[in-house]
């Protein structure tokens, strides 16, 4: 089956600052990957997601790109605020047939955004 | 709020019993799965079902059993069988639809002594 790995499993950047995670994905039919994030209490939510046709997407101060030779996909987040902190999780999946839906996680990065 | 409704939010029980988790939607999404969360893991799939009636194993179901009666409704029952069954519970819906995103729920807490 298809395995998500997930680096760093934490990051500390200053308010301002880029934060990148990554993610790597072994199953090459995987075509859809969302990112969500999970406030400390919270329901993890779909911030972004990136599908198999498309090399990058950009939603404001958060991009995600897609490496589909290297298997692998980014998360991408500028200018930073305190508000980001949380803990983030890739996924993928294939999308078809008895797969829908079945998004299989990384293990989460824990962002820590200091002011 | 989401439209997915996961009761109750802490749940305690004694080792060797079973509990069941509720897991409620009014999104009208036909399909819903469980996950377990647990630090430094991530979501695991414990059980999905695409429709009414039908329900697959996820890749942690061992110890685990789930109904699918209705299509708002998606119980977990947290049976004797499972080794650890400390951990936290999502439930989540989403279209039956390819590379569709998923819903969560809440969240419940189990903890088993």
């Known amino acids: 089956g298809e395995n998500v790995e997930q680096h760093p499993s934490t990051l500390s950047v200053q308010e301002g600052d880029s934060a990148v995670i990554k993610c790597t994905y072994s199953?090459?039919?995987?075509?859809?990957f969302p990112w969500y994030k999970q406030e400390l209490g919270k329901r993890p939510q779909l911030i972004i997601d990136i599908r198999s046709n498309v090399g990058e997407k950009k939603d404001q101060r958060i991009a995600v790109t897609l490496n589909k030779t290297a298997k692998h996909f980014s998360l991408h987040i500028t200018e930073t605020q305190p508000e980001d902190s949380a803990v983030y999780f890739c996924?993928?999946?294939?999308?078809?047939?008895?797969?829908?839906?079945?998004?299989?996680f990384g293990q989460g990065t824990i962002l820590t955004v200091h002011p | 709020d989401g439209g997915i409704t996961q009761s109750p939010k802490y749940l305690f029980r004694k080792e060797g019993q079973n509990v069941t988790l509720s897991c409620e939607q009014n999104?009208?999404?036909?399909?819903m799965y469980w996950y377990r969360q647990d630090p430094g893991q991530g979501l695991r799939l414990i059980y999905y079902?695409?429709?009414?009636?039908?329900?697959q194993k996820g890749d942690i179901a061992e110890g685990y059993s789930v109904s699918r009666e209705k299509k708002e409704s998606f119980p977990l029952t947290v049976t004797s069988a499972q080794k650890n069954p400390t951990a936290f519970y999502l439930c989540?819906?989403?279209?039956?639809?390819?590379?569709?995103?998923?819903?969560f729920g809440n969240g419940t807490r189990l903890t088993v002594t």
């Open positions: 199953d090459s039919a995987s075509n859809y």
């Open positions: 079902s695409q429709i009414v009636n039908d329900f």
């Open positions: 989540a819906s989403s279209i039956r639809d390819r590379n569709s995103p998923l819903h």
């Open positions: 999104l009208n999404h036909d399909a």
């Open positions: 996924a993928a999946s294939k999308g078809g047939g008895t797969s829908y839906g079945k998004l299989t």
